[in-house]
T-cell receptor, first 107, second 112 residues
């Protein structure tokens, strides 16, 4: 049983398209994290959110605590957005991670 | 406010050697947890320390160990390195372990 499920696993988009990545979780949480990882690179924290919506530039993250679901949206996608996006939820003194969504944005 | 600092960022070691990685948490945070990401795999939980005590441990062999110092800085050690230990090692810090948390950028270890 996976505590965190992400979809889709892979996503290819044309530059400028609107992207949505979904994350569902089964544990009760205080906050959910969205992380970004470029190929061969380290981890970058994008958002930490416990309710509602947060926006940073072209990135928007939303969470519905009752439905245990979060989405990461990218507006006007750009090739530099190509990366793996991972959601992470805390539980029992550790984090549980989704398997990641590999996004490729084609010029 | 300084972020979570992991050192070194990149490391190359030879099979059979041992390695020590460091994680300095956010000031005031007492919980540090460690994770391994191997190529093509998701992030797997290694262990978590809170106030110098290991509270939780993942399913990894005894070659993987860790500790936490009184200033909350944590180290993890891998002995007798194997090729399969090549991975990104990530740490996270939080005040209680399941509340507001921050992630380091990771240490990329290559074993040759």
């Amino acid at each position: 049983k996976n505590e965190v499920e992400q979809s889709p696993q892979n996503l290819t988009a044309q530059e400028g398209e609107f992207i949505t990545i979904n994350c569902s979780y089964s544990v009760g949480i205080s906050a959910l994290h969205w992380l970004q990882q470029h190929p061969g690179g380290g981890i970058v924290s994008l958002f930490m959110l416990s309710s509602g919506k947060k926006k940073h530039g072209r990135l928007i993250a939303t969470i519905n605590i009752q439905e245990k679901h979060s989405s990461l949206h990218i507006t006007a996608s750009h090739p530099r957005d190509s990366a793996v996006y991972i959601c992470a939820v805390p539980g029992g003194n550790q984090f549980y991670f989704g398997t990641g969504t590999s996004l490729t944005v084609i010029p | 406010k300084a972020g979570v600092t992991q050192t070194p960022r990149y490391l190359i070691k030879t099979r059979g050697q041992q390695v020590t990685l460091s994680c300095s948490p956010i000031s005031g945070h007492r919980s540090v947890s460690w994770y391994q990401q191997t190529p093509g795999q998701g992030l797997q939980f290694l262990f978590e320390y809170f106030s110098e005590t290991q509270r939780n441990k993942g399913n990894f062999p005894g070659r993987f160990s860790g500790r936490q110092f009184s200033n909350s800085r944590s180290e993890m050690n891998v002995s007798t390195l194997e090729l399969g230990d090549s991975a990104l090692y990530l740490c996270a810090s939080s005040s209680q372990g399941d509340t507001e948390a921050f992630f380091g950028q990771g240490t990329r270890l290559t074993v040759v």
